[in-house]
Every structure is written in structure tokens, then in C-alpha cells.
């Protein structure tokens, strides 16, 4: 047991911990209110016409309504998302464990990787139509090229950041380079790995809703925002929003979450 | 006062050899770049001694420890650990190496770290509860027992300074090598670790390179100070330590202490003149 | 100086010398070095795109020889315009909306970093929708705002600014935060203000951290005025020559992948600016790590 566990389970301590968790969950709370009320006031006072800015009273009580077809529309998007995350992060971690070792691999590999970031990638959606198809090929395609780049640097970036104290003691073992790589290089990797990957995981999300918004399905986020833009349907393409944000934040949080439990041991993560 | 110990004085002028440096130069980066580390440096290391290496920082001291753990190569002459080229010596694990810096993996608890060289190596003849028993003790003799599930940051620096010693002496090199491990710490914890240390030598038949910058401690411990020139390092001169052993705080209030550490203090003032 | 100092100072000042030279010599080996990479790369690239047309056997419709589209560049289109001129046109609009949505984005990310980092409770009430905001998807605000606001390029910039608002914010928060207690000890004891504390630490040691931000927020503030562009309304902007040569891709395929490279050159091109402003600014910096 450590010792901040040993501290927090104390009773004279609850009262901290309790606001500890108050200072993380009030502000925003507080913040989420007064906007929501300022945007209903907004509305009001200005007369504001429904299809330009619906009220939030009208978006949460559609947002209910259509919740079960929303769901089921935000999953098909995290589907697409996710794998082309899957394929974009297996292909960049793959390169950059590939060429780590070997400078001048990593620094080719590292120039394209530099452009495919600046590379605005939805130009390239109605490309990889053409050549994926327009269903969930072709978006998967997208994400992954939108994500591969990013996790290739910062896993790139983390396998070479093993102290090199630590290497030579791994060396003077007789270590082979694949125990090496496990005990020493990913370990070392994993907290980039992670700031990669909370940056990925937004990234896949919105990529996806855009080259969904391309063309293909309606039954995904990006298909449904963009039927019922046309139709200027306000209220509904809101929904659909408040669907995207809200998986975009729990997706984030869900990584941040393993993130903190994963790296428990590394220095930055103890204590608030 | 116990009179010096003879069997001990054996080992250090006959018999095997533990390490043997033979006209070794190293140079760093080559054409116009090159800097010569150390050159034409002889010097033989008896079995179960216990040899420091002092010099003004930038000497090649640290140079010297790396070429005997292969962990670099030299430009010319030759370099022998246990009879062995450094290569051999490094995959037979022949040696510990210990790091000013602790170097552990902050991901490891206390006793993962220590039980790290076992994982790799995968002793043989050796069964999981002897190894298990291994670490225990290891990390009793240095004081840290309560701490196995600790993770290093949870440690002061002197305790992961010990966790390293410990996993330095887990799978029992015959030699130990250490490049200014105390020079981190607290001259108490220091202190504490240096007398810690010099039992362990004494309990156990390992071979010590030690590489220090304090006097008073390359003195204390070892049977032999080398003093090395200001780079190109090289050796200045050789000062056999004759004092008794066991080395207790009684020995470091001797007169033949102070007369010794005043030698090396000269030699090494010598040393530092000549390298400017 | 006494005259007896003379020959070891001369010979320090000829090391120096020498250690400059060298040091000369060395980044010029590297920067060749980094031409000949660069030269590789594209001749990879360009390699890579004629070995997959000839080993997939893909048809003109799915992937033309890159001399076709170099082809395509020279040619005059339907309005008479030779084809690489009227793609720059379009160019310079999209790079006038990212570029005025950056700056707006740069001067907004900028304080509302510093407000999160310096006050912990606008920062801990602001931060979960700086992160929830940012997967807001803007395809889906663009079409509203272009209503709201016109389809000038004012409507592009704000969406491009909105874009790249996000990443800027979020390292200026990080960057101006993340100094060490130490440091903010040490700057005490001199008795620093609170404003000398800021722009004596906080900010020089925050700049590496925004530079990286700033990097991502070029590149999303292209993407943003291309999305801007999509919307129906719009009559110029490389967004809209990308989905125009969409529809008329069986016929003329050259021009999507024109278009595209056009779009890909202007991200190169926003992001290089950064990198190089940063090259200037960061010289005394240490490099820059990522986590
Ligand atoms: N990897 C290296 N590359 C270039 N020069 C080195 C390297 N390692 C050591 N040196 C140089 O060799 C000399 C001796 O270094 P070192 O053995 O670390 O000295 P000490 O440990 O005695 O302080 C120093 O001048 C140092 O600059
Ligand atoms: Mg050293």
C-alpha cells in the first residue's frame, strides 16, 4: 500500500479529499449552468430565429427524444473512428518501433509524417472515395491517415527518450534487444504514447464526422448533420452535435482515465 | 589495532588476475573532432580487490569502467576481465555496474527492480524461492526491508541509490564496478553506504573498481588508490593503502590514515598540475 | 591583459576558432545531408506513385500518371483560365481566410491559456469544454454560421479561427502553468512582480510548448477554411475547386488531384511559416521534446 493511499483512507483527511473533488467537478459545473442560461437569454432577448440558434430547453428535450437513434448514429461514428484509429496508430507505433533504432529510417519517415500533419486531410476524402468506396472504407482511410503521423512522433519520440544510463545497465545484462525494448523502451514510451494518443483519439472523432459529412450513410453523425443541414433542420443537426461532443469528451476521458492508471508509477502522475 | 590481514595482501599481489588494463587508449570521435580520453594506461586488478580511481573530472575515469564493461571499445591496447575480452566477460555477467544516477525503472516497484538482472538473465540452477529468499536479503542487508512494494519515487535518493546496489548484487557478479555511486549523496548517507559497502566486500569474493573524486573515501576503502593524470588521462601514480582492515571509524582516526590521505592529496595535486 | 597571458589565450581564442569552423562545417554537412534526404523522399514519392498505377494497373479514373497532372496545370479550362493560375487564386482566398482565422485564433488561444493558467478556477471551469468544444464538429456549425453570417470570407476566417483556437489554448494553458516551483521561489526572492514574473518566466519558458500548439493550429486552420467553403453559397477557395473537381472527376481526374496537391501546399505552407518564425524566436531554446 502506498502511502497516499494510507493518507487518504484516514478519516482526518476525508474533508480534503472531498474538496478536492468539489474543485474539480464545481467550476465546471458552474460554468456549464451559466452558459446554458446566458445562451437561453441570448435567445430570447434577441429574438434569435429557431433555425439560426435553437434554445438549449429545445436541443436537450429533442436530444432525449431521439436518443436511442442518436446512440445508435454516434456508435456507427465511434465505429468508424475507432478502427481508423486502430489502423492509423497500429501503422504509426509499428514505424516508429521499426526505426527507432535506426536515425536515419526514423528521420525519412519523420519528414513525412511531418507533412502528412500538415496535409489538410479532409481534401483528401473525396480521394479515398474514390479508391475505398464511399461507405466506411474510404473514412476509416482518412482517420487513419489523419492519426498515423501523430502517434508515429510521439511514439517515436518516447522509445528514444530511455535514459541512457538505463540502456547501458540493460547492456551490461547481455539484453537482448527484444527484452530491451519491453522492460526498458516501452515503459519509457508510454506516457508520450498517451499525450499522443488523447490528441488522437479527438482528432479520429472529428476527421470521421467530416468525411462522413463527404458522402455515404446517413446513419452516423456526419451523414445525419449533413441531411438535416440541408434541410436546415437546426435543432436536430444540435442534437447531433451535443451527441459528438459528449463522446468526444467521454472518449477523452476514458484515455486520460487509463493514462493516469497506467502511469500511476511515473512522477508527474502522484498527487493531485 | 589488528594487524593487517595477510591472506588478504595475498590475493592482492599474486594470482588471478580480475582485470587488466595493457597499454589502452581511447579516443573520442575521429578526424578533426578526435579527443584523446586516456592513453597508454597499464594497470592489473587482483581478484577480491578493492582499487579507487581518482583523478580531476574529464580524466577518464568513467572511460576506464566503461571499457572493462564493454560498453565501449578501446582505440588501441588491450582490456581483460577475467581473463576474458570485456565482450565475453559482459555476456558471461561477470560484472554489476553502478551508476552515479540510481537509474531505476520508475514503473518497477523496489523489488521488481532488484529482481530485474534475474528476469533477464535467467540464472540457472537457481529456483524461484531461492531468488525470492535472494532479494529479501539483499534488501534487509540494505536496510530497506518494509519498501519491497514502494516505487522509486516514493524513495529518498540515498534509499534508491541502495535499491541499486542491491539489484547490482542480486545474480552475484565476481566483479563490481562503480562509477561515483555515493557521489549524490549526503556525506552521512555516504558515509553510511561506504561502511556498507566495504562489508559486503568483505563478506562476499567480489572483485571492486571504484571510481571516486573524494580522498578521504578512495583512502578508507580500498587496498589500492590510483591517481590519474588531467586528460589525456593517464596513470599518475599507484599508492597501496596499508591500512588494517576491517576498516572501522577506528582506522580513519589513525595517523597512517591521515599520512595516506595526504599522499594522495599531493599525487593528485601533482596530477592536476601537470594536466594544465 | 599581461603579456604572459598572450599564448594561452591565443591558443583558447584558435580553439574557439577552430570549434566554430568545425561546428560551420558540421551543420552545413547536415544541412546537405537533409537535401539529399529530402531530394530521396520526393523521388520515393514520386517512385511510389508510378510503381502502385503500374502494379495495380489502376485506370486514368483512379490514379493518372503524375505527368498528366503536371500536364493538367498547364492546360486552359472551361473559363479560358490556364489551370495552375485560377488553382492560385483560389489558394490565395483560402490562405487570406486561414491565415486571418489564425491570427484571431492566436491572440484568443493565447489569453484564454493564460486565464486558465493563471486563475485554477476559470482554469478548472473552463477546461473539460476547451477539450469538448474541440470535437464540436464544425461541418456541422459551418452551414448555420454561412447563414448567419454571409458567405464572405469573415464567415471562413471565424471558422478557421475556431479551429485552430483550440490547440493554441490548450498549450498556452499548459506551457504557462508547467513552471517550477523553483523557478517561481527563485524569481520571489528577487521580489518579482507578478508581471515581471510572467514575462521574465512564464512566458519564454511557455514558448516552445505554444510553438508545437501553434504548428497544430496552422495546419487545422486550413482544414477549417476548406470545411468553411463547403457549404452550398460558396463560389471560390480551394474547398470549392476540390468539391467541384469531385463532380466532375470520371471526366477530368486530374483536376482533383491538382486541387488536393494545391490544398496539401497550402498546409505546407501555413505550417512552414510557423516552423520558421519558431526557428527564430526559439534559437536560445533547448529542442523541443513533445510529452
Ligand atoms: N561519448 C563521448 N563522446 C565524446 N567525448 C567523450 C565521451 N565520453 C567521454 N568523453 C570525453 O572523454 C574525457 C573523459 O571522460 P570521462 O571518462 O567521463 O571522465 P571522468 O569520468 O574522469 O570525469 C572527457 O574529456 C570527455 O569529454
Ligand atoms: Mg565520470
Redesign the pocket.
Known sequence: MTTTDQALETSAEQPRLWGRHAGVVVPPFLVFVAAIGLWELIVEAFDIQRFLLPRPSEIASLFVEDFGRLIQQGRNTLGVAGRGLLLGGGIGIGLAAITFRTRWMAEGIGIYAAVLKAVPVISLAPLTVVWFGIEAGSKIATVSIATAPILFTYTLVGLRSADANAQELMRSYAAGHFRTFWNLHVPYALPFFFSGLKIAVTIAMIVAIISEYFGGSFENLGGYIRNEANNVHTVEVWTAIVMACLLGISQYMIVAGIDRYVLRWHPSKRGG | MTTPDTSREAAASGAQTAIAFQGVRKE??NGANA?L?IESVDLDIAEREFVSLI?P???????LLRLAADLIEPSGGSVLVNSKTPRQARLDRDYGFIFQAPTLFDWRTVWKNVALPLEIMKISGMSREKKEEEIERLLSMVGLDGFESHHPYQLSGGMQQRVSLARALVFRPSILLMDEPFGALDEITRDRMNLELHRIWEETNTTILF?THSIPEAVLLSGRVVVMTA?PGRVQEIIPIDLPYPRTTEVEESTRYYELVTQVRESLGTAMAGGL | MSASAGPEVAAQFSARERWLTEERAERLRSTSARITLIVILVALFLGGWEFLKWATDAPRTTLPHFHEVVDYLFSINSQGDVVWLAIGRNLRLTFIEALSGLSVAIVAGFAAGTLMALSRWTGRGIMPFVIGAQTVPIVAIAPALVIWLGTGWETKALIAGFLAFFPIAVTSARGIGDVSQDSLDLMASYGASRTEVFFKLRLPSALPYIFTGLEVAAAFSVIGAIVAELPVGSQEGIGVVILTSQQYFSLQPESLFAAIGGACLLGGAMVGMVRIIQIVVLRGHRAQELS
Open positions: 573520442f570521435g579527443t580520453a583523478g573530472s574529464g580524466c577518464g575515469k568513467s572511460t571510481v586528460r
